[in-house]
């Protein structure tokens, strides 16, 4: 057993030792193929871009108040999904009955009188026939039943304001979406104006962005931009182009429309707008670019099967496709899948799609 140990030692250390100088001499061990997937790049019509930093808005954002006056018996917690008129606060509807009440009563006494100046009208038209009574006194009588129909016409106005203040003690949204915040408390008395909540709606949403005045003739209605968050990007078009511009900073705001649901209001994002007009460059698939921190470069498989760096600034975007300040052919072999890992120089395998 000594004998065996004394054999291998020595040459262990000696392919160590051999390992070492090869690392000292500047030679790298061999590495295997990597397997990638690649595109090729092609000529495309696209416009060089400006990015431009927005975020996701609410088509309603309303701060909600009270109609009425009253003590505010119940209103709903924040995060609550609401749909549109369903009950989202309540006032005590005590005070508010008793106005109705009151108002009812109002009604129903002037109408009482008004049946008996009817027949006071219609008796002394009899009379006036008769010769038994002036003409001036029934004109008295007739100028008394108008005043009451007038008086009725006004309790009818009451009490159609006191069930409309009824109503209101139940406060109902004017739109489905969330509660995002409650501006009273439960127990609170309230007057009319009051703040109550803030709904926002999580239903309709759009996309707000800030841009220079210079990018107007580039941007139409309905035309396609890539517009993108932290998480995922999206193709989604151009819904207004608001024609006022601020005076001190030469912005107008563009509205784009969101397509996915999982962008949330206040959500920042990033779009890529046209500053000048398409013209004919060599793009290629937004997947062959690779972002580690602030690098993006992309690998070009050359001839003899080896991966080659290039720095990647993007210069235009259409959908998918890219255009970047980097010196491309028409069909050349663009890393889109594997290259994460690659190395400069590295031999590669191509896989079959």
Known sequence: MKLKQLYFIPTGITFLFCQTMNVLAGEHPQMPPAQVSIAVAKERLLAPTTKVSGSVVSLNDSKLSTQV???????AAVGSSVKKDEIIARINPTLLTIDR?????????????????????KRFK????????????????????????????AAQASLAAAEHNLSNSEVKAPFGGTIAAQ?????????TGDKLLRLVDTYHREISLNAPMSLLPFIKNQMSVQVSTAYQSDQVKVNAIVPVGDAISRMVEIRLEV???????????????????????????????????????????NQSMK??????KIDAIDGDWVAIKT???????????????????????ILEK
């Open 259 to 301: 397509s996915n649901e999982n962008w949330i209001t206040g959500m920042p994002v990033t779009t890529h707008l046209p500053n000048a007009p398409a013209l004919k460059r060599i793009a290629i698939p937004r997947d062959a670019l690779i972002i580690k921190g602030s690098d993006v470069y992309i690998f070009r498989i």
């Open 307 to 312: 991966a080659e760096r290039l720095e990647a």
């Open 101 to 121: 009440q009151t108002a009812d009563a109002g009604l129903q006494r002037l109408q009482a009188d008004l049946d008996f100046r009817q027949q006071e009208v």
């Open 183 to 191: 501006l009273a408390s439960k127990g609170e008395f309230l007057s």
């Open 69 to 75: 006056s009253g003590e505010l018996e119940w209103l």
């Open 126 to 153: 009899t009379l006036a026939n008769r010769d038994n009574t002036s003409k001036t006194r029934l004109q008295e009588e007739i100028a008394k039943r108008n005043m009451l129909l007038q008086d009725i016409k």
């Open 327 to 349: 010196e491309l052919a028409e069909g050349d072999q663009i890393v889109i899948r594997g290259g994460e890992r690659l190395m400069p120089g590295q031999s590669v395998s």
